[in-house]
C-alpha cells in the first residue's frame, strides 16, 4: 500500500514570504507527483504536476522532487491571502488511481 | 487541463429518495472517470472507479447496491445514491484522468445534503 504523508498543518505565513509544503512517499518506484489546492467547500484543482528530479517553477509555484530521498515540496513565492487552502499532494499507483496525502492547510495573513 | 462539469451542483432531498449525479467530460472522451467522497474536514475517499462500458469498482467498503454508478459513454458517467439516509450527506466529485502522467481533473462537485 502506497502511503503519501503530509504535515496537517495550519501552516501560517505572512503575506510576501514563501510557503514551503511537504510530502513524503513510501513508493520508490513513483514516477508522477502531482499537487492539487482545495479551497474550503470547493474540488482539488491541479496546480503542479512534476515527474524528474530537481525543481520545476510555473509562475510563484515551484516544485521540487528528490526521488532519493522520497521527498516533494511545493514553494509558493510571494505568497498572498487568496493562496490561503489546503494543498494535496498526491501520487499514481496500479489502475491510475491517485493516492493523497491528508493534505496540508495553508493560512496566509494579510 | 481537461474540463469536467457534475450536475446538480447541489442537492437537498428528503431521507428514502434516489438521487443521481452526472459528471461529464467536456473536452475528451474518458474511459475512466472515479468519483470521490468528502465528508467536512476529511480527505477524500476514492469510492470507485467507473469505466465505460464495463462494471464500475468499487473500493472496499463501498456498497455497490447503494452507490450505482454508470458509465454508458465516453463523455458521461452517472453517480446513483439510492435510499439515501442522512449519512449519505457529503461532497461527491468525479475526475477523469488524461496524459501521459495519469493526471486527474476534477469535476466541481456536487453538495448532497438528505433531511
Known amino acids: 500500500q502506497k502511503e503519501v504523508e503530509q504535515n496537517s498543518g495550519p501552516l501560517s505565513v505572512p503575506e510576501g514570504a514563501i510557503a514551503s509544503l511537504n510530502c513524503t512517499y513510501s513508493?520508490?518506484?513513483?514516477?508522477?507527483f502531482f499537487w492539487y489546492r482545495q479551497y474550503s467547500g470547493k474540488s482539488p484543482e491541479l496546480i503542479m504536476s512534476?515527474?524528474?528530479?530537481g525543481d520545476k517553477e510555473d509562475g510563484r509555484f515551484t516544485a521540487q522532487l528528490n526521488k532519493a530521498s522520497q521527498y516533494v515540496s511545493l514553494l509558493i513565492r510571494d505568497s498572498q491571502p487568496s493562496d490561503s487552502a489546503t494543498y494535496l499532494c498526491?501520487?499514481?499507483?496500479?489502475?491510475?488511481?491517485?493516492?493523497f496525502g491528508g493534505g496540508t492547510r495553508l493560512m496566509v495573513k494579510p | 487541463g481537461a474540463v469536467v462539469s457534475q450536475h446538480p451542483s447541489r442537492v437537498i432531498c428528503k431521507s428514502g429518495t434516489s438521487v443521481k449525479i452526472e459528471c461529464r467530460s467536456l473536452?475528451?472522451?474518458?474511459?475512466?472517470m472515479f468519483w470521490y467522497r468528502q465528508f467536512p474536514k476529511q480527505s477524500l475517499m476514492l469510492m470507485a472507479t467507473?469505466?465505460?462500458?464495463?462494471?464500475?469498482?468499487?473500493e472496499q467498503g463501498v456498497e455497490k447496491d447503494k452507490f450505482l454508478i454508470n458509465h454508458a459513454s465516453l463523455t458521461l458517467s452517472t453517480l446513483t445514491v439510492t435510499s439515501a439516509h442522512p449519512e449519505d450527506s457529503s461532497f461527491y466529485i468525479c475526475?477523469?484522468?488524461?496524459?501521459?502522467?495519469?493526471?486527474?481533473?476534477f469535476g466541481p462537485g456536487t453538495r448532497l445534503t438528505v433531511l
Open positions: 498526491a501520487v499514481p499507483n496500479a489502475g491510475n488511481m491517485l493516492t
Open positions: 513508493d520508490r518506484g513513483s514516477q508522477s
Open positions: 512534476i515527474y524528474s528530479n
Open positions: 473536452d475528451f472522451q474518458a474511459t475512466t
Open positions: 467507473s469505466n465505460e462500458g464495463s462494471k464500475a469498482t468499487y
Open positions: 475526475s477523469l484522468d488524461r496524459g501521459p502522467y495519469n493526471e486527474q481533473f
